[in-house]
């Protein structure tokens, strides 16, 4: 998938630096063009004449350079490329992004650019936990930037975390699968997903129902980033102001009942995303008219409605290889999704908090964690496109080494 990709490397400063000869003699062996820029701590750690070799390309260092500005410029440079990968993105790199600062050629040229970016971070572990560093993380990624690890180990200042550039391999693998979605050749090509969206409506009357405040949002950026990895898609949606995604078959459906029973003739799936906010009553009995008002109001008998993430979690032939549920919780977040995926027999639950005043319902952002049999994997806040664009990216991982 990198066979004739144009790549602008850019090369921070940090002792993760390098490892870069070997990153760019990789891409080269997969057919990828790459010209570099280096910053002036970059090359502290990495001689601009040693990338120079290994690219086969002039390393370009200066911004107020004459010769390269009448030769290249910062703006040609920038926009020739089919991706730029900032690698290592140390701490101070991803701040002058986040803020938009361009004070050299590095900085200049990402903020001139219009073509996708992705980073490679790397950092001390109090670096990287920083709640600035963490804040500049979240704004990166709201702009779409994509990011790379950092992965967990021995860090070179002799601490051990989270702040390790991710190994060549990985920054690979993640470049490849990035032109595999711009192709439709993605990671999940050949699966089919089934999702779910969205609240149910429960009749009440002819004109009343029983709902709760989902917008839908977050199950439709999940089927939408599950079918940019070319995963055949399926999205069961309740009722919503959300648009139909692109590229996905879309079912529109009001009660659980509708919604379970258009999940079981989804099947076949080899991936399952419960994400609708199903409602767990219905009423009994519903008249075909407006029940009017009396001096008392009327007594409603309401009976469980079908539980559409433990049905599709149930052993047998149909049963799909990864079935993923939410929690949406008010309290005891981890220990209730916990207990709710074993008592439903998921296999992963992605638990959110959506108390009074944490804007996950209706909102644009949100703060999950990522439970399964091995632990809680605890996200950041972020953009619910990002937090599905990672469930999507984790989701292909387990396809990679299970289906």
Partial sequence: MLDNKRILLIVAGGIAAVKIPDLIRRLRERGASVRCIITKSGAQFVTPLTLAALSGDKVYQDLFSLTDESDMGHIRLSREAD??????????????????QADDLAT???????????????????????????????????RAVRVIGPGVGDLACGEVG??????????????SQFFQKRQGQGALSGFHAIVTSG????PIDAVRYIANRSSGKQGHAVATALAELGASV??????????????VTVQHVETAAQMM???????????????AAVADWKVDSTPGK?????????????????????????????????VVGFAAETDNLIENAQLKRAAKNCDWIVANDVSPGSGAFGGDSNTVHLVTAAGVESWPTLRKRAVAERLAERIAAFAERNL
Avoid: F, Y
């Fill in 199 to 202: 609240p149910t409506h429960e």
């Fill in 162 to 175: 989270d702040g390790r550039m991710a190994e060549v391999p990985d920054i690979l693998a993640a470049l």
């Fill in 261 to 275: 029973k258009a999940a079981r003739e989804a099947l076949p799936a080899q991936i399952v995303v419960c994400a």
């Fill in 234 to 247: 399926t999205l069961i949606s309740g009722p919503t102001h959300e648009p139909d995604p692109d590229g």
């Fill in 83 to 100: 991706i730029l990968l900032v690698a290592p993105a140390t701490a101070d790199i991803m701040a002058k992004m986040a803020m938009g």
């Fill in 290 to 322: 407006k029940l009017k008002k009396g001096a008392t109001p009327p007594s409603l008998s309401l009976s469980e409605n079908p539980d559409i993430l433990a049905t599709l979690s149930q052993a047998g032939p149909q049963r799909p290889a990864l």
């Fill in 108 to 142: 200049t040229a990402l903020l001139a650019t219009d073509k996708p970016v992705m980073i490679a971070p790397s950092m001390n572990v109090m670096m990287w936990t920083h709640p600035a560093t963490q804040a500049n993380l979240i704004t990166l990624k709201n």
